[in-house]
């Protein structure tokens, strides 16, 4: 496990030099993971950060905090979306995020309607008792409701279900919840610790085996691995 210098990443980042990472901190290195766009809501962010990334052993190690914040900025759009835009205007851009769904033909049915693609894509029908379930429950608008939010776009009532009885947030009736940028936060370190992205991330520094945990693929992850390379240069600083 690699430890972080606080004091040296403190430096680096230009904020007071005290080894304590509070909100000022967090605020610093939110805005560096968005290539320097601070976002909304940035302090409010970052003192939940200063709290939950301790509480769920994310801040243990350079590692944790690099890859944790990596796929957060990269699923957020550098945490300016909280909640999954499923309006498209093109059947080219369908069926490039679900090539197994449509074709450019099917794929004009869900133009302009996200709440039909969200059906589609999550609803009950075409996934309810395969290893692609989510647990979204038949005659329900789950598969909108719930569709990806928050800080690791956490999809589906099993998972609303699953980030509710570890935080005790209301999100299955209440999903709307997982769509802040501020009631999010736990959820997705819960889920990145219940998940073992901890212990992924500190046996491998190239944030595969973690991003994959959370995407269930490869998808976006050379995005990740390069905001990952330039987190870690800045987490490795050293106090001089």
Known sequence: MRVMDKRGVQRALGVRVDGAFGMLSYKALLTFAAYGREPKDVSKMALLCATMFSKYAIDASIDRLGQFLATTSHETGNYTAFAEDLYYTTPARVVKNWPSRFNLLTATAVLRNPRKLAEKVYGYEGRHGTKYDLGNREGTSDAYDMR?????????????????????????????????????????????????????????????????????????????????????????????
């Open 148 to 240: 990806g939010g928050g800080w690791i776009q956490t999809t589906g009532y099993s998972n609303y279900l699953a980030a509710q009885k570890v935080t005790g947030l209301p999100l299955v009736d209440n999903p709307e919840l997982l769509h802040d940028p501020l009631s999010s936060i736990e959820p997705a370190c819960a889920y990145w610790r219940g998940v073992g992205c901890n212990e992924l991330a500190d046996a491998d520094w190239s944030g595969r085996r973690a991003r994959i945990k959370v995407n269930g693929g490869v998808i976006g992850l050379d995005d990740v691995q390069v905001r990952l390379k330039r987190l870690l240069v800045l987490l490795s600083s050293k106090e001089k």
